[in-house]
């Protein structure tokens, strides 16, 4: 859209307020946005992984490795790679964007609930006292696993080496001088409910089954620092893109913000680290619960889906005050996330997999087109001027059209768009087959080059002939759309 045509209010407001639309390929069950912001992707319930074109909602690729339910997304920090974490077969992969191939896939004996990747990967390599920072692939993750400790794994080598965290909060000596056998036994029930890296990964926080929030050194696998948060289970954790602030939804329906000390300061104290709560949000009138929680591009605003609930909440960090509540769909949403780079907030719903948009509707100012340009509301009598529609001689238009072929066009030169943060960043390619465009449950080929829309109940039909013809005999039973078995013997063919 021309931004000349915007009206400069709607463009100074940084948060959406309308429903924009709905894109779907599959039943969606989690959605996640790239670094730059142009390209959405999302797991679906049958493993399949497709990225969306924010530009365009079309489907850009399509990644198939999976075999049960998508669970958690995770970009790297150059968008080539990013892992694909599903519950139900316990096990992550590592993508490769540039051709949809599998770079690393890694099984683990338990459940995992949640993936992170590392931002930087950044390997830390001593010698003679002088650290090095060696910046390579994302080959480092952490795993939050079920009813178990969390794991991070190397996966720079074939073979994954897999390191085992702890979830028992750090105590002071005094503590652990005093400490009873019933809180001993209580630390040794924590299990990690979800696991981030900081900003620049050399730290990872925890959040535990007991309300607890774990500062763990990513070199050593040490805790060197723990906050009770709350009286419940962390369920997720989320920063800001600059790292500086976190995100917490707890199991107490209670969503909380606080800034994040800055750990790879030189000289870090820890037995004086404090992490203190800046804003509690909640809904004091229903007691609404959250699925999930997000932060703006910015940080200045948090975001929120409900249970059991269709409305997403969008509150202001500098007042701690709610500021929008965003309707739409009349179904639950789960997943929620905030675009990078403009007020655009997206989620899928629980019921039918759909992904929601909410954007601001910007109406276009035609009258900015010229200075003297005026808006009417029907149509007004317009008096020309005396040399306005004169016939000039051919060869006065000939020598114009000639002077302007001789100004050099550019077409190879791009300019970069916002968003646009280096200028040798990876970009996906994007596949132009029917199949990558569009859902196979929803598109069909009836010919060569011939493709058409499934009807309702023409998926349900199909199976029904499937499940008759796998007996081997023609005489069993078909189930028809409305559901009433029909039994087709030879007798009745013939």
Known sequence: MNLSLIDPFVLAQDYPDAFAGKIRSGHATCIRFNRKGDFLASGRVDGIVIIFDVETNG?????????????????????????????TDWKCVLWDLRDGSRIRTVRFEAPVFIAELHPYNQQ????QQVTLLLISRSF???ASLFEDQPMLVDISSTIPLKRQLSSAPRRTQSDREDITEKQAAQDARHTTCTTIFTALGNHIIAGTSKGWVNII????????????????????????????DMVSNSSDRVIRTMPMPDLSQVGLDINNL???????????VNRLAWNHVAFSSTGEYVTASTYMNHDIYVWERSHGSLVKI???PKEELG???WHPNRPLVAACGLETGRVYIWSIITPQRWSALAPDFAEVEENVEYIEREDEFDIHPIEEIHKRRLDLEDEPIDVLTIEPTKGDFEEDMFRMPVSLGIDNSESEEEIVAVGPGTMRRKSVGESEWMNGI???ESGGERGTKRTATNGVTKSFTKSRRR
């Open 326 to 328: 965003l309707e739409g």
């Open 124 to 127: 830390v390599l001593t010698h």
């Open 59 to 87: 489907v850009a690729h399509k990644l198939r490795g999976h075999t049960r339910q998508i669970q958690s997304l995770r970009y790297n920090y150059n968008t080539y790679s990013h892992p694909c974490m599903q519950l």
């Open 217 to 244: 050194e990513t070199e050593t696998c040490q805790t060197i620092h723990s906050t009770r948060l709350c009286n419940g289970f962390v369920i997720y954790l989320r920063l800001t893109a600059s790292g500086r």
């Open 140 to 142: 480092l993750f952490v």
């Open 335 to 337: 997943v929620v996330e």
């Open 274 to 284: 404090k992490i203190e709560v800046e804003h509690k949000f909640q809904d004091v």
């Open 466 to 468: 499937e499940e008759g």
